[in-house]
């Protein structure tokens, strides 16, 4: 079992920057794919940005040039650095995890609000 605990969300101004981190914990824990996802109100759920164990990456379009993902494999945390933040990336950011083959985990989510 792995559990995802998300933290650095918040209220920000249009332009401005959050750092979201997300920790897993649990035994024998060995991640592979680690990512972001947002859900927006009245919207359905969607990635933001993902990142292999080997640190390859891949990104929604929208966010692209102004979001980063990293994680830090011996601390099995992994980051989500957020700048120029629109409105739009307003919702409830989910952090999530494979463990190769052994389940996909979620996070329980943390809210950013972009004000405009």
């Known amino acids: 079992q792995v559990q995802l605990v998300e933290s650095g969300g918040g209220l920000v101004q249009a332009g401005g920057s959050l750092r979201l981190s997300c920790a897993a914990s649990?035994?024998?824990?060995?991640?592979?794919?680690m990512a972001w996802y947002r859900q927006a109100p009245g919207k359905q759920r969607e990635l933001v940005a993902a990142?292999?164990?080997?640190?390859?990456?891949n990104y929604a379009d929208s966010v692209k040039g102004r979001f980063t993902i990293s994680r830090d494999n011996a601390k099995n945390t992994v980051y989500l650095e957020m700048n120029s933040l629109k409105a739009e990336d307003t919702a409830v950011y989910y952090c999530?995890?494979?463990?190769?083959?052994?389940?996909?985990?979620w996070g329980q989510g943390t809210q950013a609000t972009v004000s405009s």
């Open positions: 649990g035994s024998r824990l060995r991640l592979n794919i």
């Open positions: 990142i292999s164990r080997g640190g390859s990456t």
């Open positions: 999530a995890a494979d463990a190769y083959g052994s389940g996909y985990y």
